[in-house]
């Protein structure tokens, strides 16, 4: 069996494997503020990929969740690895990633910015560590 072949197979069933569904965004500078409460939201920015995708807390050093020091203040981080398919290569650093639906109805809505993207001709999946945006 030829490397293409196996990668193919592994392809197939990675995402036979993501049952979960998210859209993922370019970054936007572009802001709108709310008439009724006067907050200041960001308006989303264009859809790069919107699909089925796998979730995952980040394993590593901290595990999935990191305290950090900000403002003097701490506060925690979440940390995910999120798979889409192959196929999704316009994928980058910084996309932001919406859970719309998951097995894990926790997950739903959760919203996490891209830190790396996983690249390689054999890879099975593309791989996204994802940090979440609070």
Do not use: K, W
Request: charged content about 20%; some cysteine; hydrophobic content about 35%.
């Amino acid at each position: 069996m030829s490397a293409s072949t196996a990668a193919e197979m592994g392809r197939r069933f990675a995402e036979s494997q993501m049952t979960s569904v998210c859209t993922i965004r370019e970054p936007s500078t572009v802001t709108e503020m709310d008439q009724q409460t006067g907050a200041v939201n960001p308006v989303p920015g264009p859809v790069i990929y919107s699909g089925p995708c796998r979730i995952r807390p980040a394993s590593g050093p901290g595990g999935a969740s990191t305290a950090r020091d900000v403002g003097g203040a701490e506060a925690f981080t979440f940390d995910y690895l999120i798979s889409v398919p192959f196929s999704a290569t316009a994928v980058r650093e910084r996309h932001r990633v919406t859970i719309d639906s998951s097995p894990d109805p926790s997950l739903v809505g959760i919203n996490v910015e891209v830190q790396h993207v996983d690249r390689g001709e054999s890879i099975t999946a593309r791989r996204l560590q994802c940090r979440e945006v609070v």
